[in-house]
């Protein structure tokens, strides 16, 4: 069974970058047609799908945060991470990785739990000064 961990800062300080890391172990992310996606809940709020990387090694990113996220990965150690620039106090959430089963582009859907097969247990990020 596929686990997923998240691992990063606790604390940002805004306009900084926050670098946040999914170590996958009993999966490779290279399996096809998996995608492995970044998701948040600020506090009080809903599920928000940020961002994923899919098995190919392509990115695709919320409309509402492209211009400040990237997602890259490292398959020698079977790592994706993502970097999302100009932290605001808005940007205060958990943060999750987690594993779908095939990209079909952007949809509300994405934004769904049910989406996803694999889980990591989620970080708290807190963006202050």
């Known amino acids: 069974q596929v686990q997923l961990q998240e691992s990063g800062p606790g604390l940002v300080k805004p306009s900084q970058t926050l670098s946040l890391t999914c170590t996958v172990s009993g999966g490779s992310i290279t399996t096809n047609y998996y995608y492995w996606s970044w998701l948040r809940q600020p506090p009080g709020k809903g599920l928000e799908w940020m961002g994923a990387i899919d098995y190919s090694g392509a990115t695709h990113s919320s409309p509402a945060l492209k211009s400040r996220t990237s997602i890259f990965r490292d398959t020698s150690k079977n790592q994706f991470t993502l970097q999302l620039s100009s932290v605001r106090p808005e940007d205060t959430a958990v943060y999750y990785c987690?594993?779908?089963?095939?990209?079909?582009?952007?949809?509300?859907?994405?934004?769904?739990?049910?989406?996803?097969?694999?889980w990591g247990q989620g970080t708290q990020v807190t963006v202050s000064s």
């Open positions: 987690a594993r779908g089963k095939r990209f079909t582009g952007y949809h509300k859907d994405l934004n769904n739990s049910r989406e996803y097969d694999g």
